[in-house]
């Protein structure tokens, strides 16, 4: 399960690793802009960076790596970037299934992936069902993915379970809700990272994130690799997570 809920109280982490890290990749477009490059030519930067960032998840004994590559409001670019954008996603399943296979990498998507377009939901599908016996990491990938929408979809399905299955409403429970999340077969993200120096969350994991720390790094999202990974789990390291104690 998820497990938004507060976990027992945990002083200083003593330099452990989080299990769940989740990142918002951003900065591609102000990459390429700052080298008179196409938008596109920031997002393939991001991608070599997703790459070097599952690998070195493994290496670091990170076991879950969530990563936010497109959001329900990213809809509202230009149709020619989402055209790329979906072209590249393609592009790093079928380049790439491989590696992630041979690697131990089980691949999860969350979102409504499923709304997109017939052959890239067979691919999706088709990637998720090679990796499904994989353990050494879980690489969770945001795709056409709302925090919002997530728990409004929880919430109607308990909704249906009310109306139809005969449950209670006292047993709508914050463990009944984060049982219906996209993310209830993964532990909460303990570190949530956002390149790129802006500080919000942009509808990410807003339910999952309850109680994880934040870090918000000026690096943008192409330039960022094992080096700044490592470097954020040192700073998880340092902190004292009380969770609501002393």
Request: hydrophobic fraction near 50%; charge should be neutral.
């Amino acid at each position: 399960m998820s497990g938004a809920s507060a976990p027992a109280a945990a002083a200083g982490q003593g330099g452990s690793v989080p299990r769940h890290v989740a990142i918002i990749m951003d900065g591609n477009g102000r990459w390429a802009k700052r080298r008179l490059l196409p938008r596109i030519a920031g997002h393939r930067k991001g991608i070599e960076a997703a790459k070097a960032v599952v690998r070195a998840a493994g290496d670091l004994g990170i076991e879950v790596l969530t990563l936010y590559a497109f959001s329900t409001e990213n809809w509202r670019r230009p149709a020619d970037e989402v055209s790329d954008l979906m072209g590249l996603l393609r592009k790093f399943i079928v380049d790439d299934i491989d590696e992630l296979a041979a690697n131990g990498v089980r691949l999860r998507i969350i979102g409504d992936y499923q709304a997109l377009k017939p052959d890239l939901v067979k691919l999706i599908d088709d990637a998720m069902a090679r990796t499904a016996s994989n353990s050494r990491t879980t690489l969770v990938i945001a795709l056409n993915y709302g925090s919002q929408a997530e728990i409004a979809r929880a919430a109607r399905q308990l909704a249906a379970k009310v109306a139809g299955a005969g449950m209670s409403l006292d047993a709508i429970t914050p463990e009944a809700l984060e049982a219906e999340l996209y993310t209830a077969d993964v532990p909460a993200p303990e570190l949530v990272i956002r390149t790129s120096g802006e500080q919000r969350l942009s509808n990410f994991l807003l339910w999952q994130a309850a109680y994880a720390e934040l870090m918000f790094v000026d690096t943008l999202w192409p330039d960022f690799g094992k080096a700044e990974l490592a470097a954020a789990i040192a700073g998880f390291g340092e902190r004292e997570r009380r969770f609501g104690g002393l």
